[in-house]
Structures are given as structure tokens and as C-alpha cells.
């Protein structure tokens, strides 16, 4: 069997990471030929060192500097190259033949537009990329023949409910239920929230991530972001996503059939479940994730989403419902004001203010075009118009 040649894109994070000790386990099945990273030197050369990849990118030529010096004095002959134009070439390029796309925001959308041109078997983690790019994204994934496997969790367990044809999941589903633990505030005090800190807001009940997803999932825009990725993701209209609060992360995600069947995928909060199964679909792998004990397991509980504690998760029906790139712009704006609320520039309810006041600024003016280009230049605008509600929101 010809090894599967993965490029990893943030291979350096917490689904880069947990992708690494999959592929570890399966030398036979898989080579690594590239990482990256934007921050993470000394990380990136130690998976150079253990995975050997052909090629690894950073951004600055400062970074990459001192990887290349630490490659030479390990006698490792990896190339580095620099940049967002070398992740681009990189995810097209033939040496590749997966892409695990795992970049946290916006900034990883034209690697992956340029993975799914070329044809690759794109891993999506990288759910900005998706909530950006829209219908463009999914145009490129057709056009270019890729195979689009969804990483986030709820969207895997989806995914592994539905048969591998495409082409009967409209007559099969009534509506999916995506379900979220509501991260670590779900009992907190309305009127205590707004004094949360970044170190609280990063502390998540079940699952450990990077910062930014873990903010999200404290203000439930993560739900937010996985309803519109959902949206693309299996062709669904905006009524046909709900959300449940499921506290335990042991459901990941159900579909309920047209004949009322439920579907649903279980398992121990851990990515290398649906990592496992993105790199080895329509196989099975070892994933090294720990097994379900269902003798010591508590109760499975359920509640409705509270809409005045999590009242992002309701701006995702909205958006997807209002004119295309508005999902865009609440990435943006969410993108910025999560950033400035980990640096201390914002409070926590503030994350919901800027979102939906950059919303209501720039909605109005959305134009009709919506290229790669478009995109990004609505992206710009979004941060910009969001950095200006935050700083009328100082006191
Ligand atoms: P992370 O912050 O731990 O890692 C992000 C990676 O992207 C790092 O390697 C970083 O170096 C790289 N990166 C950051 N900014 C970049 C930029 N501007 N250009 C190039 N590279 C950049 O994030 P994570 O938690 O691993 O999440 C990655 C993506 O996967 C996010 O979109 C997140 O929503 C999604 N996701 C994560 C989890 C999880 O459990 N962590 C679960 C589901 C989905
Ligand atoms: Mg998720």
C-alpha cells in the first residue's frame, strides 16, 4: 500500500498535535512531508525531528532562520520556506496528497481553497476557513474533486451517521442536532460574567484546545461557527441545525432521520477519534484515544441553550439566513474582539457587543461579489470596523 503523504498546516496546535501522535502510531500508512507553524520554533523542530517532513514553513524569515540552524546542527536536511504564499503552494502541490488543515481563523482560508483546487483529501479542522469562505469554498472542493472530511467533532460524528453517498443524505435527514457541553460557564451567574478572566474563559469542562476555540467555547460562538459550517458542510437550511447543551461531550452529534430515527456518534472527548477517522476514512485506525466505560458512566443529560448567558450562538441562524459574506463578518469581529479580550482589552460580555454592533455597521453595505479576494477584503474591513466599536467601548 502507497503511503498517504500528509502535509499538516499548525501542526504545532492542539489538533496539529493530537494528529501527530495519530500518525505516529502508523508509520506504514502514512508520511509526513510537511509541517507548519507561525510561532512555535522549537516545537516545529522537534516534529521535525521525529517525522522528518521534506518541507516546513513559518512565517518570518527571522523564525525560519533559526529552524534552519536548528536542523543543521541535528544534520536534518528538511527545507524551510516562508510565508502565506509557501502554505498556498504547499497544499497544492503534487507531493501532497492530504491536507490536514488545522490553522486557527480566517488566516487559513487560501491554503485550504488552494487544497480542495488541487484535488486533495482536505482533513477540516480549520472551521473560520469554512464559515468565510462559504460557497466558494465549497465550489473549489467540486470543482477540483477533493475529498472534504470534516475534523471538528460534532461534524465527524455527523459525518460518520450518514452513508458514504453524498447523494442520499437529503432524503435521509430530517435535522442534525449538534450538540455542546456549554463550556465553563453554563451555571455561572448572568450577572457575574462580565468579570470573567482569560485565564477562566480557557479552562474548558472536557475538551483541552488552543485559546481562541477555547474563548469560543465559553460564548458558544463555537456553537455558532460549527451551525454555519454545518450549513456547508452537509448542504442543510439554516432550520434544519439545532443545538443542544449536552454537559458530559459523550454525544457528539445526532441525525434525526425523515422516519424519526435517531442517530447518534458517542465516545470519550478526545480528537484523535475524529482525526483517526479523517485520515483513515472509509477505515478505522487506532486512534490511542481512551474507550467509553459505559459501567462508569453518569447520567446523560440535555438542556436547551440559554439565549441570554450564550446569545452569539443565536447570531449564527441569523447570519446564514441574512446576504452571503455576512458569516464572514462575524468571523471577523469575533476573531478580533476574542483577541483582545485574551489580552486584556476587553471583557468577556463585550465579545458579544463588538460581534453583533460590527455586524449591524457593515451588514448594510455587504456588495454582490464574493472571490477569494472579496473575502479577504471584507475580512480586513470586519477587523477594522471592530477595532473601532472596541475602542468606543472604552471607557
Ligand atoms: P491552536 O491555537 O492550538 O493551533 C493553531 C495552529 O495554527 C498552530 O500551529 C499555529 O502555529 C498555527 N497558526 C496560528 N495562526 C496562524 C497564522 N496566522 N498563519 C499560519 N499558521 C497559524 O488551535 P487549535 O485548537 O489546534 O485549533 C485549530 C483549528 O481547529 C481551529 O480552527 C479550531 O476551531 C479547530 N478545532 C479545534 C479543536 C480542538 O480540540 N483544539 C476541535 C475542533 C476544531
Ligand atoms: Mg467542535
Not at 122 to 146: I, P, S, T, W
Not at 172 to 199: K, M, N, W
Not at 241 to 266: E, F, K, T
Request: net charge neutral; aromatic share 6%.
Amino acid at each position: 500500500m502507497n503511503r498517504q503523504r500528509l502535509l499538516i498546516l499548525g501542526s504545532t496546535g492542539s489538533v496539529g498535535t493530537s494528529t501527530l501522535d495519530v500518525v505516529a502510531r502508523h508509520p506504514e500508512r502514512f508520511e509526513v512531508v510537511g509541517l507548519t507553524s507561525f510561532r512555535r520554533v522549537d516545537l516545529l523542530f522537534e516534529q521535525c525531528r521525529s517525522f522528518k517532513p521534506r518541507v516546513a514553513v513559518l512565517p518570518t524569515e527571522q523564525r525560519a532562520a533559526e529552524l534552519r540552524g536548528l536542523l543543521a546542527g541535528a544534520g536534518l536536511d528538511t527545507e524551510v520556506r516562508v510565508g502565506a504564499q509557501a502554505l498556498v503552494e504547499l497544499a497544492g502541490a503534487a507531493e501532497v496528497d492530504s491536507v490536514m488543515a488545522s490553522i486557527v481563523g480566517a488566516a487559513g482560508l487560501p491554503a485550504c481553497l488552494a487544497a480542495a483546487r488541487a484535488g486533495k483529501r482536505l482533513l477540516l479542522a480549520n472551521k473560520e476557513a469554512l464559515v468565510v469562505g462559504g460557497a466558494l469554498f465549497m465550489q473549489a472542493v467540486k470543482d477540483g474533486g477533493a475529498t472534504l472530511l470534516p475534523i471538528d467533532s460534532e461534524h465527524s460524528a455527523i459525518f460518520q451517521c450518514l452513508p458514504e453517498d453524498r447523494n442520499t443524505w437529503a432524503r435521509r435527514i430530517d435535522h442534525i442536532v449538534l450538540t455542546a457541553s456549554g463550556g465553563p460557564f453554563r451555571q455561572r451567574r448572568h450577572d457575574s460574567l462580565h468579570g470573567i478572566t482569560p485565564e477562566q474563559a480557557v479552562v474548558h469542562p472536557n475538551w483541552v484546545m488552543g485559546r481562541k476555540i477555547s474563548v469560543d467555547s465559553a460564548t458558544m460562538m463555537n456553537k455558532a461557527l460549527e451551525v454555519i459550517e454545518a450549513r456547508w458542510l452537509f448542504d442543510l437550511t439554516p432550520e434544519n441545525i439545532r443545538v443542544v447543551v449536552h454537559p458530559q461531550s459523550i454525544i457528539h452529534s445526532m441525525v434525526v432521520c425523515r422516519d424519526g430515527s435517531v442517530l447518534a456518534q458517542l465516545g470519550t472527548p478526545d480528537m484523535k477519534v475524529p482525526i483517526a477517522y479523517g485520515l483513515s476514512f472509509p477505515e478505522r485506525i487506532e486512534s490511542g484515544a481512551p474507550r467509553l466505560d459505559f459501567m462508569a458512566m453518569k447520567d446523560l443529560s440535555f438542556e436547551p441553550p440559554d439565549r441570554e448567558r450564550f446569545p452569539g450562538l443565536y447570531l449564527a441562524w441569523d447570519a446564514l439566513r441574512a446576504p452571503a459574506g455576512t458569516t464572514a463578518i462575524l468571523n471577523a469581529a469575533n476573531e478580533e474582539a476574542v483577541s483582545a479580550f485574551l489580552s486584556g482589552t476587553i471583557g468577556f460580555t463585550a465579545i458579544h457587543s463588538v460581534n453583533a454592533r460590527t455586524l449591524d455597521r457593515l451588514q448594510p453595505q455587504l456588495g454582490a461579489s464574493h472571490g477569494l479576494d472579496d473575502l479577504l477584503d471584507l475580512d480586513a474591513r470586519a477587523r477594522t470596523e471592530a477595532r473601532q466599536v472596541m475602542k468606543a467601548l472604552q471607557p
